[in-house]
């Protein structure tokens, strides 16, 4: 497991240094497009996003220059984060592992919808962050990450913020924190997760046995 901060400018990654184990640079909430080579003195492994406004985002510009300026971050970056309805050819030529992502803000749709998305995946990690609505779409969620790995599974609103710790303990490589203001509904603040983890001396677990 691996505690991600996402970071919205580069006061984040100084204040991340201490408790992330991943960097997310969300460039899309940086000022502006940052030089390639800051990326190299960051000092933590780093995954590059560049969120578009329908999945959460705020890039509202050309598609084809956002994919290319993923593919130009991603000779310095350890993970790029493409959406799941991106076209094959850009998960070809980046130059990194890649989080295949989808992310719906309004329900959790039903499990073989997700399944088949999990089942199609073109990327090493793939991602699924939907919007919380009852007990069943914890089943939904619960049930993909007992059956797949490299998924990363949770349901987005602050009463479903727990299912991102939950995780977890059922596969997930990666949880998503923050260190000032949430990038996400439900998004914890990296210390607190820290020591939750902590508390439980469950820090470094690894992914639950499906056998």
Known sequence: MKIVVSASSFADV??????????????????????EN?????GKPVIVT???EKEGGRYSGDEERRLRNIVRYSLYADYVDLENDVEDEWFKVVR???????????????????????ES??????????????????????RLL???????AFLMGEKFAWTRVMALFLGSPFIYCTVSKS???????AGKVRR????????????ISRS
């Open 146 to 152: 007992c059956e797949y790995d490299d998924l990363v």
């Open 14 to 35: 100084v204040a991340a240094k201490n408790v992330a184990d991943v960097i997310e640079l969300r460039l899309d909430l940086f000022p502006t497009f940052p030089d």
């Open 50 to 52: 560049i969120r578009r």
């Open 196 to 207: 939750i983890l902590t508390t439980l001396g469950v820090e470094g677990l690894s992914s």
């Open 121 to 142: 995946r073109r990327g090493d990690v793939f991602k699924i962050a939907t919007m919380g609505r009852d007990r069943r779409d914890v089943l939904t969620i619960v």
């Open 183 to 189: 990038v996400a509904p439900g998004q914890l603040e």
């Open 38 to 42: 800051k990326l190299k003195g960051i």
């Open 96 to 118: 990194c592992k890649v989080i295949e992502s989808y992310h719906n803000f309004k329900e959790t749709p039903n499990y073989e919808y997700l399944r088949d998305l999990v």
